[in-house]
C-alpha cells in the first residue's frame, strides 16, 4: 500500500503579494510534494497553480499536464466532511484508487493544512481504512500560529470554525463562547471569510464583556501580518482596523 501525503499549502490564497515558498515550507515539503504525481484537492486550478510554484523551486516529477489531479466531491465543500463520508463514501473511496494500484498521493487545500479548517478528513479516514500509511508534512496553520501569538490559553484551547452570519445568532454565539472560555479558560478560536471581518470584529468588541481578552490575527506569514491581542476595554478605546481582504484568525479568552 502506498502513502497518503497531507500537503499544507501558503497562507496567500487570494492574496497579493505571495509568500516566497521557501520562506514559509521547509525543503523537505516541497521535495516530497514535488514528487507527488497523483493528487486529491478542492479545486484543480489552483492546485495546478500550486504545483506551478513549487516547480520554480523543485522540478515536479513529472510535466502539470501529465499529473492525474482529482477534485473533492462538490457536497464536501458545501457541507464539509468532518462528521463523516456518509453519501459520499464511494465517491471518496473511488479518488483513492491510485492509491490502492501503489501509487503515492498528495491531499492538498487551498491554504494551510488539508482537514485542519478545510475539507479532507473523509478522505484521511478512507486512506487509514485501507490500510495505507498517512503522513503529514510539515508547514504553516494559521490557527496554531494565531494561538501562539495570542497570548491566551495554549494548553487549553478549541476550534469552533464559523460564527452565525445572523446578528442576532452571532451576538448569542459569542456570548457562550465567552462564557466557556471566562469559565473553563479555555481558549475560543474561530475565523471569517475576509470580506466579514469587519462586522465580526465589530460584534465581539460590542458584545464582550470589558475584562475579555480578544486576539485578532491576519495574514500570517506574509509580509502585511499583523497581531493584536488586549482586553475588550482596550479595543474599545483603542480600535484597531479589521483587514479587508486578508484571512483573520479571532480568538477570546481570559
Not at 8 to 26: I, N, R, T, Y
Request: hydrophobic letters at 50%; charged letters at 15%; a neutral charge.
Amino acid at each position: 500500500m502506498a502513502t497518503l501525503y497531507l500537503v499544507p499549502a501558503p497562507l496567500d490564497f487570494g492574496c497579493e503579494p505571495q509568500a516566497p515558498l521557501a520562506d514559509v515550507l521547509p525543503q523537505g515539503t516541497l521535495a516530497a510534494a514535488a514528487g507527488l504525481t497523483h493528487w486529491i484537492c478542492e479545486n484543480a486550478k489552483t492546485a495546478r497553480a500550486y504545483l506551478k510554484r513549487i516547480d520554480a523551486v523543485v522540478p515536479l516529477a513529472a510535466p502539470l499536464q501529465a499529473m492525474a489531479i482529482q477534485e473533492l466531491p462538490r457536497e464536501v465543500h458545501k457541507k464539509g466532511d468532518h462528521d463523516g463520508a456518509g453519501a459520499n463514501a464511494q465517491a471518496i473511496r473511488a479518488l483513492l484508487a491510485p492509491l490502492a494500484a501503489g501509487h503515492d498521493m498528495g491531499l492538498l487545500s487551498e491554504a494551510g493544512m488539508p482537514a485542519v479548517a478545510d475539507p479532507g478528513s473523509s478522505v484521511v479516514r478512507a486512506a487509514h481504512a485501507m490500510g495505507a500509511a498517512v503522513v503529514p508534512l510539515v508547514g504553516p496553520v494559521s490557527l496554531l500560529l494565531a494561538l501562539a501569538a495570542s497570548g491566551l490559553n495554549g494548553q487549553n484551547f478549541a476550534f469552533v470554525g464559523y460564527l452565525p452570519q445572523d446578528a442576532q445568532a452571532r451576538q448569542q454565539r459569542i456570548r457562550e463562547l465567552e462564557a466557556l472560555a471566562l469559565r473553563t479558560g479555555q481558549t475560543q478560536l474561530f475565523i471569517e471569510t475576509p470580506y466579514r471581518n469587519a462586522a465580526l470584529l465589530q460584534a465581539l468588541v460590542q458584545t464582550l464583556k470589558p475584562e475579555s481578552r480578544l486576539a485578532m490575527a491576519s495574514g500570517l506569514t506574509l509580509a502585511q501580518a499583523t497581531v493584536h491581542s488586549h482586553s475588550v476595554k482596550t479595543w474599545r478605546a483603542q480600535p484597531s482596523p479589521a483587514p479587508e481582504r486578508l484571512p483573520a484568525v479571532f480568538a477570546i479568552g481570559r
